[in-house]
């Protein structure tokens, strides 16, 4: 999705019919793909076919006693909102496109609007049905063969094809979010006010403008919000068509983004936000803002951008950012968004979590982010931060191992439930999974 | 009243499922894999409340329709749809007869033995809706596909009689002779013509239930490409290679 890896001749296969889900023991390499969303290169590598799920795309039960989904991997989180909406429920923990799938948001443990209070998609999941050539099809929880349902959320579909989940989804509080933005002057300061408010709020994130040279470099808006109840319409409840893909976003030959533009841009949207600061928004704009972001993401044209997300320990989180705008500078980079969220966990094996502050910054592909890019991840290890993997299609396999201890411990797993490592994608190769 | 919706677990056959249940309608699904029908029927009770029954029933298997009877006799059955086909890569005239006889069943006999079951029932309702689903491969015999390509020219022919069978009765015979569709079939294939979605087939099916369509070329762009290779001279028709 970010332009970073391409395939020359990629092999993709869509099944439709259970039948494909049978044992059998002469399979080739392959990698599970859901939208193909992601900017690493996770669903796709060379050698490996890329089976997409989306024809599985069917809710199988719900169950208004539990609050329970049992939904196909396939199904995209836009077509199980709809569903649970008109029902009165959702899922807390969605990440930023509607058009994202089931599957992929276990298989890449995404984090949704407030991590910091909601946790990261696993947290959500009941269980996962597995399927994996040589083992047939398996039902996995934290009761079932708690390893392997441990090392699936999260796994990079390394584990096998997720063919369905039963997911736990919470009552809807409104059909409308009231939104409220503040405006701060420094990363710190913004990351400070994110903490205090997580608890209370149902989305929190903080907007950063390190595009800007001097003392406004830094300035942004915290942006939380609660779900209030307004009157429920049909319109309000149904998400508009996107026809958003990798293509898609690659449609402009050339890059529309340098400092002058950034700067621009990014000082409409400042002022654009600071006007308003208490605005009530659509389900469909507070759930899913990425939709508003693919004339931005497309604006990086065909040779795509950059992203890197870290999470940075909250003592640490000022020094990173002053260490960050010092190495920008020198390297002469422009960064063009700085996206803030508070979280408060644990890691497990390679999932994306921890305490502190996720900062991911983006950037347009070009010889100054090249430069700036390994400082970034030294700048990580030295204060121990943990970068993103499904974020970043360029995160050297050092910097993975120096940040996830647990890496050996998911290698082991991912070894004893398949010794041929038969699920391989550009992502596991370049980190040695 | 219910819809009777054959090869219902995937394609076209599971689009049309889709909008014939959020439009409430009762269904029954008709397909091969237990498994497959099982999910699609789950779908569809979760998602539209729609009361829907599944048969496993093999298409290919010349005697498998029999198992349609008890069916065909007991429940208020009024629509039909048969999304169905089977093609063979190898399909240039020197298949095994056990083959021939499977592709053959499952395009053609098939359908004629399951619309028999049910037609006199709609006849005495003087109601109902018989959909058949043809191919653009019926226009000419090609050598790429010589038995898949006769028997969707036979199942044309039949619901040409079949329509003139109902012509006085309130049953509507319908026939849509399809071009590539974008379905697990035709995924990553480089086709000389663009493929339509199933859901876009399926909206213009639903809305032409109940109309005298005759026989229609979906999508619409295959009609004037349907009288230009028709009007193919055979000097030049036999030098294409497609």
């Known amino acids: 999705m970010d332009g970073g890896v391409r395939v020359a001749s990629a092999a993709v296969q869509r099944p439709d019919r259970h039948a494909h889900f049978r044992k059998h023991e002469n399979a080739l390499p392959a990698i599970p793909r859901g939208a193909g969303f992601s900017f690493a290169a996770a669903s796709f590598g060379s050698g490996a076919e890329s089976i997409e799920v989306t024809a599985f795309d069917r809710v199988l039960d719900f169950d208004t006693r539990t609050g329970q989904v049992e939904v196909e991997a396939g199904a995209t989180l836009g077509a199980l909102f709809e569903i649970l909406a008109v029902r009165g429920y959702y899922l807390p923990v969605q990440p930023g496109h509607h058009r994202i799938t089931v599957g992929g948001c276990i298989a890449a443990n995404v984090h949704g609007k407030n991590p910091a209070r909601d946790g990261t998609f696993v947290a959500q999941v009941e269980s996962v049905r597995l399927f994996h050539p040589h083992h047939g ?36 509080p409104g059909a409308s979010l009231r939104v409220a933005h503040r405006q701060v002057t420094t990363i710190a300061e913004g990351a400070g006010l994110l903490t205090e408010d997580a608890a209370r709020s149902d989305l929190a994130y903080g907007w950063f403008d390190c595009a800007r040279r001097g003392r406004a470099h830094g300035r942004g808006i915290v942006v939380t919000g609660q779900f209030v109840s307004t009157r429920e319409t049909e319109s309000t409840l149904k998400l508009p068509r996107s026809r958003f893909s990798p293509e898609a976003r690659a449609w402009l030959p050339f890059s529309l983004l340098n400092p002058a533009s950034i700067r621009l841009v990014n000082a409409a949207y400042f002022w654009s936000l600071r006007r308003s600061s208490n605005t009530i928004v659509t389900l469909a704009d507070g759930l899913y803002p990425t939709r508003a972001n693919e004339l931005y993401l497309s604006l990086f044209g065909r040779r795509g951008l950059h992203e890197c997300q870290a999470l ?33 966990g644990t890691s497990d094996l390679i999932r994306f979590d921890g305490s502190g502050i996720s900062l991911a910054i983006e950037m347009p592909r070009s ?7 390994p400082e970034v991840d030294r700048l990580v290890v030295d204060l121990g931060g943990r970068p993103n ?20 411990r998911f290698r082991t797993i991912l070894r004893r439930w398949d010794p041929q490592r038969l699920f391989r994608s550009e992502l596991s190769e370049r980190l040695g999974l | 009243m219910s819809a009777l919706v054959f090869g219902a677990s995937a394609g076209l056959g599971r689009a049309l499922a889709r909008e014939l249940a959020s439009r409430g309608e009762n269904l029954v699904l008709v397909a091969r894999n237990p498994e497959d029908l099982a999910a699609e029927a789950a ?32 429940a208020a059955i009024r629509d039909l749809f048969f999304p169905i086909g089977m093609g063979i890569e190898e399909d240039d005239g020197s298949l095994p007869p056990a083959t021939i006889a499977a592709l053959v069943s499952a395009n053609l006999t098939s359908v004629m033995a399951a619309v028999s079951l049910f037609l006199p029932r709609l006849l005495a309702a003087n109601v109902g809706n018989i959909i058949g689903i043809g191919s653009v491969a019926a226009l000419r015999g090609r050598s790429r ?24 009765s309130g049953v509507r015979v319908q026939f849509y002779r399809l071009g590539y569709l974008d379905t697990q079939m035709s995924f990553g294939r480089h086709l000389p013509f663009p493929k339509a979605s199933v859901q876009a087939i399926a909206c213009t099916v639903m809305r032409n239930l109940g109309k005298d369509v005759g026989c229609m070329p979906l999508p619409a762009f295959w009609r004037p490409v349907g009288w230009a290779l028709r009007a193919l001279p055979w000097r030049i028709y036999r030098r294409l290679n497609f």
């Open chain 1, 137 to 172: 099809c398996l039902e996995l929880s934290r009761d079932k063969e708690p390893a392997l349902f441990h090392a699936t959320c999260g796994g990079m579909g390394l584990t096998g094809i997720i063919v369905a989940a039963r997911l736990r989804t919470q009552r809807l």
């Open chain 1, 312 to 344: 940075v320990p909250h003592a640490n989180l000022a020094e990173f950012a002053a260490r960050l705008r010092d190495h920008a500078t020198r390297a002469g980079a422009c960064i063009t968004l700085t996206v803030a969220k508070p979280f408060n």
């Open chain 1, 367 to 373: 010889a100054a982010a090249d430069r700036l890019l």
């Open chain 1, 389 to 408: 993997i499904i974020k970043d299609s360029r995160l050297p396999r050092s910097i993975f191992e120096a940040t996830y201890p647990d890496c050996d």
């Open chain 2, 43 to 74: 779908h569809l009770r979760t998602v539209y409340g729609a009361t829907v029954e599944w048969m496993a029933l093999d298409a290919s298997d010349p005697r498998a329709t029999e198992e349609l009877t008890e069916l065909a006799g007991a």
């Open chain 2, 145 to 168: 596909n010589v038995a898949y390509a006769a028997a969707k020219r036979g199942l044309e022919s039949y619901f040409e009689s079949l329509r003139h069978r109902t012509a006085a």
